[in-house]
C-alpha cells in the first residue's frame, strides 16, 4: 500500500508540474485536464507546483483516501497567455475488513493485550475491568465527536461517552506512549483498575486495537477543580466565607488522603506524577478526585528511586525532579503544596500577565515570607483565625520546599489538614474568636 501511495504522490505531482518545468500543456493533455476537471468532488486543496507538496499529498492520501486536488495556472504559447485550471479527484481504495481485522490484532498484541487477558483470568475476571472493542467505543462518543470533548491536555483528549448499558463513562484517547511504557501498560492499568477509593478517579477498562491506547474512566460530573477555583463562575464566590473556607480544606484534605492511599496503601505502591487542580475533578456534591495517571508511574519494590524522562506540568514541577529526573513521592507533595497554595489564594499556579516576579506562585509566596496573609484570597482572610492561619502557612512552606527530604509524607499532610479542618469548625478557630489553641490538638 506504501508503494502505492508513492507512485500515485509522483503521478499527480507529475501532471501538475508537466515534469520538472512548467510548460504549455499539449493539445492532446487539454483535454484530459477538462476531463479530470468534471469529475472533480469533496475536499478542496489549492495545490502549488513543486516538489516540497510531495509530502503534504502523500499525508492526505494516506488519511483521507479521497481527495480533490486543484490547480491554476498560466502558460505564455504562441497564441498568448493561457489560463489553465487543474481539477484531479483523487480515490483510493481503504484498507479491506481483512486488512483492518490484522492492523487491530496487531496493536491489540503489541500494547499488550493477550498478557492483560491472562493476568484477568487469573485475577478472576479482572474485578470489574474491561477491554474494550474501537467499534464501542465509538459508538459511546459518536465517533469521538467534537461535542463530547470534556477537556484537552498535554497526554490527550478526554470525551464524554455513554456505554450500551447507558452508563455513562470519560474516554480518554492519548497522544503517545513511550516504548518502554508499553512493555508495562498491561500490568499497570491492572493495578490502577485496583484502586478502589472514594476520592480517586475509579479506572474502569482500556481500549488495545489502537496504536495508543484509550482508557475508560468513570465520569465526574462537576468538572475540574481549577475550573472551580479560577472560574469566571466560581461556585465559591457564591459561598459565604465560612462555607467557602470549609469547602477548600474539605476539597484539599480528600485529595491529600487519596494521594496517601495511592503512596502508601495501594497493593501497589502508586506516584501520581501530574498533581494539579486540572487533574482533580468534583462530583456533584463537590467531592474531590483524583484522575489522569497520564504521568503515573508504579513504585519499584526496592528502595530505588525511578528514573525518567521529565514529565508534568509547569507551575507544579518539583524542583529536584526537574534536576535529576528522578520520580519520587516527595515529588507529588510538592506539586499538591502548589495545589493548596491555588486553593487558599485563588491565583493560579502560573500567571503571565502580571509582573515577571508575579508569574510563579511559588516564588511570589516564597518571596512573601512573613506577609503571606497578603495573598489569601479575601473569603480564607475573614474565616481564618491565626493560629489555623499559622498552621496552614507552614504546611504549605514544608510543602514546597527545595529539598525533597524536608517536606512532610502525603499521609501526615492528609492528617494536618483534616485535623486543621476540624479546628476550623469550632467557633475558637474563626477569626476574630481570640482563643489561642493549637489545631495540631485536634487530631
Same mark, same amino acid.
Given at each position: 500500500?506504501?508503494?502505492?501511495?508513492?507512485?500515485?504522490?509522483?503521478?499527480?505531482?507529475?501532471?501538475?508540474?508537466?515534469? %520538472?518545468? &512548467? *510548460?504549455?500543456?499539449?493539445?492532446?493533455? @487539454?483535454? #484530459? +485536464?477538462?476531463? $479530470?476537471?468534471?469529475?472533480?468532488?469533496?475536499?478542496?486543496?489549492?495545490?502549488?507546483?513543486?516538489?516540497?507538496?510531495?509530502?503534504?499529498?502523500?499525508?492526505?492520501?494516506?488519511?483521507?483516501?479521497?481527495?480533490?486536488?486543484?490547480?491554476?495556472?498560466?502558460? %505564455?504559447? &504562441? *497564441?498568448?497567455?493561457?489560463?489553465?485550471? @487543474?481539477? #484531479? +479527484?483523487?480515490? $483510493?481504495?481503504?484498507?479491506?475488513?481483512?486488512?483492518?481485522?490484522?492492523?487491530?490484532?496487531?496493536?491489540?498484541?503489541?500494547?499488550?493485550?493477550?498478557?492483560?487477558?491472562?493476568?484477568?483470568?487469573?485475577?478472576?475476571?479482572?474485578?470489574?475491568?474491561?477491554?474494550?472493542?474501537?467499534?464501542?467505543?465509538?459508538?459511546?462518543?459518536?465517533?469521538?465527536?467534537?461535542?463530547?470533548?470534556?477537556?484537552?491536555?498535554?497526554?490527550?483528549?478526554?470525551?464524554?461517552?455513554?456505554?450500551?448499558?447507558?452508563?455513562?463513562?470519560?474516554?480518554?484517547?492519548?497522544?503517545?506512549?513511550?516504548?518502554?511504557?508499553?512493555?508495562?501498560?498491561?500490568?499497570?492499568?491492572?493495578?490502577?483498575?485496583?484502586?478502589?477509593?472514594?476520592?480517586?478517579?475509579?479506572?474502569?477498562?482500556?481500549?488495545?486495537?489502537?496504536?495508543?491506547?484509550?482508557?475508560?474512566?468513570?465520569?465526574?460530573?462537576?468538572?475540574?477543580?481549577?475550573?472551580?477555583?479560577?472560574?469566571?463562575?466560581?461556585?465559591?464566590?457564591?459561598?459565604?466565607?465560612?462555607?467557602?473556607?470549609?469547602?477548600?480544606?474539605?476539597?484539599?484534605?480528600?485529595?491529600?488522603?487519596?494521594?496517601?492511599?495511592?503512596?502508601?496503601?495501594?497493593?501497589?505502591?502508586?506516584?501520581?506524577?501530574?498533581?494539579?487542580?486540572?487533574?482533580?475533578?468534583?462530583?456533584?456534591?463537590?467531592?474531590?478526585?483524583?484522575?489522569?495517571?497520564?504521568?503515573?508511574?508504579?513504585?519499584?519494590?526496592?528502595?530505588?528511586?525511578?528514573?525518567?524522562?521529565?514529565?508534568?506540568?509547569?507551575?507544579?514541577?518539583?524542583?529536584?525532579?526537574?534536576?535529576?529526573?528522578?520520580?519520587?513521592?516527595?515529588?507529588?507533595?510538592?506539586?499538591?503544596?502548589?495545589?493548596?497554595?491555588?486553593?487558599?489564594?485563588?491565583?493560579?499556579?502560573?500567571?503571565?500577565?502580571?509582573?515577571?516576579?508575579?508569574?510563579?506562585?511559588?516564588?511570589?509566596?516564597?518571596?512573601?515570607?512573613?506577609?503571606?496573609?497578603?495573598?489569601?484570597?479575601?473569603?480564607?482572610?475573614?474565616?481564618?483565625?491565626?493560629?489555623?492561619?499559622?498552621?496552614?502557612?507552614?504546611?504549605?512552606?514544608?510543602?514546597?520546599?527545595?529539598?525533597?527530604?524536608?517536606?512532610?509524607?502525603?499521609?501526615?499532610?492528609?492528617?494536618?489538614?483534616?485535623?486543621?479542618?476540624?479546628?476550623?469548625?469550632?467557633?475558637?478557630?474563626?477569626?476574630?474568636?481570640?482563643?489561642?489553641?493549637?489545631?495540631?490538638?485536634?487530631?
Amino acid at each position: 500500500m506504501m508503494a502505492l501511495f508513492d507512485v500515485m504522490v509522483k503521478l499527480i505531482c507529475f501532471a501538475f508540474t508537466n515534469g %520538472r518545468h &512548467r *510548460r504549455v500543456p499539449t493539445q492532446r493533455q @487539454v483535454p #484530459v +485536464l477538462r476531463g $479530470l476537471h468534471k469529475h472533480a468532488r469533496k475536499l478542496h486543496l489549492q495545490m502549488l507546483l513543486g516538489d516540497e507538496w510531495r509530502c503534504i499529498l502523500k499525508e492526505w492520501l494516506q488519511a483521507k483516501r479521497q481527495v480533490h486536488l486543484s490547480s491554476q495556472s498560466s502558460y %505564455r504559447g &504562441r *497564441r498568448g497567455r493561457v489560463r489553465v485550471s @487543474v481539477h #484531479v +479527484l483523487l480515490a $483510493l481504495p481503504g484498507p479491506s475488513e481483512e486488512e483492518l481485522i490484522k492492523t487491530k490484532q496487531s496493536f491489540f498484541e503489541h500494547n499488550g493485550g493477550v498478557i492483560l487477558q491472562q493476568q484477568m483470568r487469573a485475577d478472576n475476571g479482572g474485578g470489574g475491568f474491561k477491554i474494550f472493542s474501537t467499534e464501542e467505543l465509538e459508538k459511546a462518543t459518536d465517533n469521538f465527536a467534537v461535542d463530547r470533548v470534556l477537556g484537552r491536555g498535554g497526554h490527550g483528549i478526554v470525551y464524554k461517552g455513554v456505554l450500551e448499558d447507558n452508563t455513562v463513562v470519560a474516554i480518554k484517547r492519548s497522544k503517545m506512549m513511550e516504548a518502554a511504557e508499553t512493555k508495562e501498560f498491561a500490568r499497570e492499568m491492572l493495578i490502577l483498575s485496583q484502586i478502589n477509593h472514594r476520592n480517586v478517579v475509579k479506572l474502569l477498562g482500556c481500549c488495545l486495537e489502537v496504536e495508543v491506547p484509550m482508557l475508560v474512566y468513570e465520569y465526574v460530573s462537576n468538572g475540574t477543580l481549577y475550573h472551580y477555583i479560577h472560574g469566571s463562575s466560581s461556585k465559591l464566590k457564591d459561598l459565604d466565607s465560612d462555607k467557602a473556607l470549609d469547602a477548600r480544606l474539605r476539597i484539599a484534605a480528600e485529595s491529600a488522603e487519596a494521594l496517601a492511599y495511592m503512596h502508601s496503601s495501594a497493593s501497589t505502591p502508586i506516584l501520581h506524577g501530574d498533581v494539579k487542580t486540572a487533574n482533580i475533578l468534583l462530583d456533584g456534591s463537590l467531592t474531590a478526585k483524583v484522575s489522569d495517571f497520564g504521568a503515573s508511574k508504579l513504585a519499584p519494590s526496592d528502595e530505588a528511586e525511578i528514573a525518567t524522562l521529565v514529565q508534568g506540568s509547569c507551575g507544579y514541577l518539583d524542583p529536584e525532579y526537574l534536576m535529576t529526573c528522578q520520580l519520587t513521592d516527595k515529588s507529588d507533595v510538592y506539586s499538591f503544596g502548589v495545589v493548596l497554595l491555588e486553593l487558599l489564594t485563588g491565583k493560579k499556579a502560573l500567571y503571565f500577565d502580571g509582573p515577571e516576579e508575579d508569574r510563579s506562585l511559588v516564588f511570589t509566596v516564597t518571596m512573601k515570607i512573613g506577609r503571606q496573609d497578603e495573598l489569601l484570597d479575601e473569603q480564607v482572610r475573614k474565616a481564618m483565625g491565626p493560629e489555623a492561619l499559622e498552621e496552614v502557612t507552614n504546611l504549605v512552606a514544608r510543602c514546597v520546599s527545595m529539598s525533597g527530604e524536608e517536606r512532610p509524607t502525603m499521609k501526615e499532610v492528609a492528617e494536618r489538614l483534616e485535623a486543621l479542618r476540624r479546628y476550623q469548625r469550632h467557633p475558637w478557630g474563626k477569626a476574630g474568636s481570640g482563643h489561642h489553641g493549637d489545631p495540631e490538638e485536634e487530631e
